[in-house]
């Protein structure tokens, strides 16, 4: 078995910032690509920030130059440091990790999910 914990949400005045972290566990081979999503209420879920086993990332627009997203190998930990909040980053945050399992004889991917941390930006 194979989790994902995401923490360090809250709540948070407009400009401020909070960092999120999450930490996979478990019968873990390695980790390819790991990433933050977002759903705020009646919209769907969409991509903040991504970031590959060899620390290449990718940001949503909206998020570009306010959100850093980082990640620490040996821990199999990502962390989103989120700068200048605004009302509208209002969302509960999931955290997703593209594990690689493996067996005797063979490997295979497995996409993981966290149970979402909501942050809150308000005054």
């Known amino acids: 078995q194979v989790q994902v914990v995401e923490s360090g949400g809250g709540l948070v005045q407009p400009g401020g910032s909070l960092r999120l972290s999450c930490a996979a566990s478990g019968s873990i081979f390695s980790i390819n690509d790991m990433g933050w999503y977002r759903q705020a209420p009646g919209k769907q879920r969409e991509l903040v920030a991504s970031?590959?086993?060899?620390?290449?990332?990718n940001y949503e627009d909206s998020v570009k130059g306010r959100f850093t997203i980082s990640r620490d190998n040996a821990k199999n930990t990502v962390y989103l440091q989120m700068n200048s909040l605004k009302p509208e980053d209002t969302a509960v945050y999931y955290c997703?990790?593209?594990?690689?399992?493996?067996?005797?004889?063979?490997?295979?991917?497995?996409?993981?999910w966290g149970q979402g941390t909501l942050v809150t930006v308000s005054s």
């Open positions: 970031i590959t086993s060899g620390s290449s990332t």
């Open positions: 997703k990790a593209d594990v690689v399992r493996a067996t005797a004889s063979y490997r295979y991917l497995v996409e993981v």
